[in-house]
């Protein structure tokens, strides 16, 4: 006959004893963790508002002796943070355009001469650009849009 106790006392030692192999068997939680004393910020877009309408100042001389349309841009509002400035003129409807080049951030040198027999109408386009430096990412503003015609 077997003295009561001695069976649940022998029953707890083997569970803290299961509990104990458990825990010292099990595989155990590694974290590494690394730390700075600064953090990098970095962009990826930006918003550019369009060229203002004023102080903008495109205009178009038209030789009829000739049929060609000169078209100079004198003028453009400056966008904040732009850095470069595109020209863009398109002929009649085409989507497409003529002509592209880089404003900078004076005005046209040199117009756009070209010949008006296929259309008397253009479409001349200014846009702000933020070109980031030692990138390829440009950002670009909605276009300041001007018709033409002769």
Known sequence: MSRPGIGSAARAVGVVLCLILALTLAPAANAS??????AATSYSTATLLAPAEQPTNVTITCDVLLLRATITVKNYGH????????????????????YTAELGQQPAKSPYTTSYLLS??????IRGQYKVPNSTNIWTSPPLTRTLSC
């Not at 963790?33 to 600064?38: I, K, Y």
């Open 120 to 125: 008397d109408t253009w479409r001349v386009e």
């Open 33 to 38: 963790f690394t730390g700075t004393g600064q």
């Open 79 to 98: 966008v904040a943070n732009a850095n470069y400035y595109e020209l863009k003129i398109f002929s009649g409807t085409n989507p497409s355009p003529v």
